[in-house]
Nanobody, 129 residues
Framework: VQLQASGGGLVQAGGSLRLACTTSGRTFNENVMGWFRQAPGKQRDFVAAISWSGGSTYYADSVQGRFTISRDDAKNTIYLQMANLKPEDTAVYYC???????????????????????WGQGTQVTVSS
């Protein structure tokens, strides 16, 4: 099972990027998927998650209104559209997947890294001021 994250890069403050995470080895079309990020010297933090059905999304307060998570199950891919990027968004971004199918959780649990069983290798996002 692999989760391949892509789309990172260097962008100026106020710019946009779209990250993608494509899965292989098995499908996660009915699984919760999420994005986390880790800045140098800091812990890995929750960014966004999407429910197994795609009907619900969850965001960290710091990205609410700027980032959008979505999924294209036909392509086995989730996306993170990032707009109005800030230097504090600089980090390695990781996608993650829950092992359990068709499972719904209470809101706060989506933000916990312990929910996720599979992790991608990360893609670097650098925002210059």
């Amino acid at each position: 099972v692999q989760l391949q994250a892509s789309g990172g890069g260097l962008v100026q403050a106020g710019g946009s990027l779209r990250l993608a995470c494509t899965t292989s080895g098995r499908t996660f079309n009915e699984n919760v998927m999420g994005w986390f990020r880790q800045a140098p010297g800091k812990q890995r933090d929750f960014v966004a998650a999407i429910s197994w059905s795609g009907g619900s999304t969850y965001y960290a307060d710091s990205v609410q209104g700027r980032f959008t998570i979505s999924r294209d199950d036909a392509k086995n891919t989730i996306y993170l559209q990032m707009a109005n990027l800030k230097p504090e968004d600089t980090a390695v971004y990781y996608c993650a997947a829950d092992e359990r199918r068709r499972t719904t959780y209470t809101g706060p649990y989506y933000r916990s890294s312990s929910l996720y069983d599979y992790w991608g290798q990360g893609t670097q996002v650098t925002v210059s001021s």
